[in-house]
């Protein structure tokens, strides 16, 4: 499985970018996804997950009410639409694939990674 990331750039605090993450064979469909990001000196941490079917989603704490995590399984592709953006956002981005149909909220439980598309939040 290889995963696509795009949809990344500059937005103004209180803004919105819409990312996406496209996968180049089904089987991505039966898997969990999960975005996390990374800032510059900081872990790779968690930022939203879905299982397969899109039924129950997980947000870590500092985007709940603002990021919003869906998936189109007929386009192997994953969405994360942010909204109310801050500064503190700013990141590269990487979607990723779990072990299993369900999601998980660690790096261990993801098996598949995409390239990081950044995303910059200015005040």
């Known amino acids: 499985v290889q995963l696509q990331a795009s949809g990344g750039g500059l937005a103004q605090a209180g803004g919105s970018l819409r990312l996406s993450c496209a996968a180049t064979?089904?089987?991505?469909?039966?898997?969990?996804m999960g975005w996390f990001r990374q800032a510059p000196g900081k872990e790779r941490d968690i930022v939203a997950a879905i299982d397969w079917r899109g039924s129950s989603t997980y947000y870590a704490d500092s985007v709940k009410g603002r990021f919003t995590i869906s998936r189109d399984n007929a386009k192997n592709t994953v969405y994360l639409q942010m909204n109310n953006l801050k500064p503190e956002d700013t990141a590269f981005y990487y979607c990723?694939?779990?072990?299993?149909?369900?999601?998980?909220?660690?790096?261990?439980?993801?098996?598949?990674w995409g390239q990081g598309t950044l995303v910059t939040v200015s005040s």
């Open positions: 990723a694939a779990a072990l299993r149909s369900t999601y998980g909220i660690r790096r261990e439980d993801y098996r598949y």
């Open positions: 064979r089904r089987t991505s469909s039966n898997n969990g």
